[in-house]
């Protein structure tokens, strides 16, 4: 399934797309789609009987599409995961991974406005796979159980900021915390749908020239060693994120001068099979 939320933001609407493209109300059997739901297999089932009716109701497909994923705990990242991503910028490739933190208030829409933060002057772009906790991990022993774990799979855009991520001092965080700084959507694909989530191509335009052409191939972690990897030091809980890397071609691994973002710039990604993003820059 792809499970959406539409609607104004703080007030959007649970939906599941269906093979014509039109998103369907699922206000009648789901508060939102957020942990509890995925953690509910029984409220899942009655979902996809629903969806294969066609009785549910169509909502507006010119409305806006929130992110796919309410009420989630906690945004888990993993930098320098690809190994084409660490070689342009020069980086060691990581003995494990590295693990930083985005707060749940950065995600916005798919396409929502994406705000570059005030005396920025290197905001990056990163499309990135996001993975979806929908069940409770904690000290899993085998990668059969991470998958298990996993609800789904949605296009992240981990934007960052590389002079406060880099160059002030301190952890990564400011760099990625950031107001608007991750769009999340248009879907959440439940994982029966991505049979392999280490064959996915990635793909990043700024003003429409291709920056990154990747594939979850190159993840130097792949999405199951990830998840059982994170269970050892944190539970991971149903609605939980976990934004896996992004490979090569970012802004930071460019020649000088570097073509930072700036406002008026427009960023489109999109990874196969999980839909497309698109994100007009303001300042903030």
Known sequence: MKLLRVGPAGAERPA?????????????????????????EAALARIREAAASGELPALDAGSRIGPPLGRIGKIVCIGLNYHDHA?????????????????????VGPDDTVLVPRGSVKTDWEVELAVVIGRTARYLESDE??????AGYAVA???????????????WDKGKNCETFNPLGPWLVTADEVPDPQALALRLWVNG??????????????????????????????GDVINTGTPAGVALGRPEPKPYLRAGDVVELEIDGLGRQRQELKGA
Do not use: W
């Open 157 to 171: 855009h981990d934007v960052s900021e590389r002079a406060f991520q880099i160059e002030r001092g301190g952890q």
């Open 87 to 107: 070689t342009e910028t020069g980086a060691a490739i990581p003995e494990e991974p590295i693990l930083f933190m985005k707060a749940p208030d950065t995600v």
């Open 145 to 150: 159980e991470a998958l298990a774990s996993v």
């Open 209 to 238: 020239e291709l920056k990154q052409d990747g594939t979850t191939a190159d993840q130097i972690f792949p999405v199951a060693q990830v998840v059982r990897y994170l269970s050892q030091f944190m539970t991971l809980y149903p």
């Open 16 to 40: 599941v797309l269906d093979e014509t493209g039109t998103p369907r109300d699922l206000s009648g059997l789901a508060e939102d789609i957020d942990g509890t739901l995925l953690a509910d």
